[in-house]
């Protein structure tokens, strides 16, 4: 079964840190660039950031710049995100997504639809 599986979300105070992981299972990340998105409540979901699977090439939204690594081990099959100072507002449902022909990771990332693999998801909540 082809798959993408995210892992890692949680409850966490602000200013404090999570690393999201995006596994795949049933084929190879290798060839697909993979988006982080998110989704809060009452919004449309929103590309946060998103990685090439040729030159490693990266895209981040304004709102996370700064604040959150994206990064892919294809050893592992594994492609994480690492968010640091983490906000209220960063609260949402985190999705993973795989596509293998991308314009620019740019374009992946704010076009949001369109992928070939989508992931169920991982709550994160930032809250005191």
């Known amino acids: 079964q082809l798959q993408l599986v995210e892992s890692g979300g949680g409850l966490v105070q602000p200013g404090g840190s999570l690393r999201l992981s995006c596994a795949a299972s049933?084929?190879?990340?290798?060839?697909?660039?993979i988006g982080w998105f998110r989704q809060a409540p009452g919004k449309e979901r929103e590309g946060v950031s998103c990685?090439?699977?040729?030159?490693?090439?990266?895209y981040y939204a304004d709102s996370v710049k700064g604040r959150f690594t994206i990064s892919r081990d294809n050893a592992k099959n594994t492609v994480y995100l690492q968010m640091n100072s983490l906000k209220p507002e960063d609260t949402a449902v985190y999705y993973c997504?795989?596509?293998?022909?991308?314009?620019?990771?740019?374009?992946?990332?704010?076009?949001?639809?369109?992928?070939?693999?989508w992931g169920k998801g991982t709550l994160v909540t930032v809250s005191s």
């Open positions: 049933g084929f190879t990340l290798d060839y697909y660039a």
């Open positions: 990685i090439s699977s040729s030159d490693g090439s990266t």
């Open positions: 997504a795989a596509i293998a022909w991308i314009t620019t990771v740019q374009a992946m990332c704010v076009t949001v639809g369109g992928m070939d693999y």
